[in-house]
């Protein structure tokens, strides 16, 4: 099992700006691809972004140029910046690992082994 604990998901207005982050084990952030996904109420868990162990990244469309996926191999910790944050972006927010793939990642949380507690993030006026 590998361990997942996000942070960082708050409140923020439209056009602002909110870094989560998650820590892992050492083996996790160096092996496996990992991502982050969200989930609103009622709705399905989609991708976000994903990274591979060799920080190959891939973002949803809906988040490109404002959303950066990122690891920190020392800190062992998976983080994702977002900026230009939209009403949309209102969701729970979950980090994910895959221990059964390096790189290629996938882009469907069916494919992800492990999950974190999830953040919430809430973009309103």
């Known amino acids: 099992e590998v361990p997942l604990r996000e942070s960082g998901g708050g409140s923020v207005q439209p056009g602002g700006s909110l870094r989560l982050s998650c820590r892992t084990s050492a083996h996790a952030i160096k092996t496996y691809c990992m991502g982050w996904f969200r989930q609103t109420l009622g709705g399905e868990r989609e991708g976000v972004a994903t990274i591979d162990s060799d920080g190959v990244t891939n973002y949803d469309d809906s988040v490109k140029g404002r959303f950066t996926i990122s690891r920190d191999n020392d800190k062992n910790t998976l983080d994702l910046q977002m900026s230009g944050l939209k009403p949309e972006d209102t969701a729970m927010y979950y980090c994910?690992?895959?221990?059964?793939?390096?790189?290629?990642?996938?882009?469907?949380?069916?494919?992800?082994?492990?999950w974190g507690q999830g953040t919430q993030v809430t973009v309103s006026s």
């Open positions: 994910a690992a895959d221990d059964g793939r390096a790189v290629w990642c996938s882009d469907y949380a069916q494919d992800f082994t492990d």
